[in-house]
């Protein structure tokens, strides 16, 4: 079962995440989300247990207590929608347009709206 791990503190390592779960069973991998360009931590983690149950476990145990000087968000994680990012705001997205962006469709405000996604982000 795989676990999302929120409000990771960028000094925690994976050994130490590692550690926090593997007193509820078996670890199968620990991955901290990084920035691909600065290489730091995103405050976010992925921890895959072996045994459903026992990540349900730790899931109830660890989520709400302190690592380092965080307190940790856990719960199963989702995954991936189809289609990519779709359109939030400030994105390029597609469906109905997202705020301040250019998504396609029926256009958002702020955006230039319709006819497609595209364009550059703007930054303010």
């Given at each position: 079962m795989n676990i999302y791990v929120?409000?990771?503190?960028?000094?925690?390592?994976?050994?130490?995440?590692?550690?926090?779960?593997?007193?509820?069973?078996?670890?199968?991998?620990?991955?901290?989300i990084k920035d691909r360009y600065s290489g730091e931590s995103r405050g976010f983690a992925f921890v895959e247990m072996a045994v459903k149950s026992e990540a349900q476990t730790a899931i109830n145990e660890v989520n709400g207590k302190q690592l380092g000087e965080r307190t940790l968000s856990v719960n199963e994680a989702r995954p991936r929608t189809e289609g990519g990012r779709g359109g939030g705001s400030y994105g390029?997205?597609?469906?109905?347009?997202?705020?301040?962006g250019r998504g396609g469709g029926m256009g958002g405000s702020y955006g230039r709206g319709g006819g497609g996604g595209g364009g550059k982000r703007r930054r303010y």
């Open positions: 929120g409000n990771v503190s960028r000094e925690t390592t994976e050994d130490e995440l590692r550690q926090a779960f593997e007193a509820f069973g078996q670890v199968t991998s620990v991955n901290i390029r997205g597609g469906g109905v347009g997202g705020a301040y």
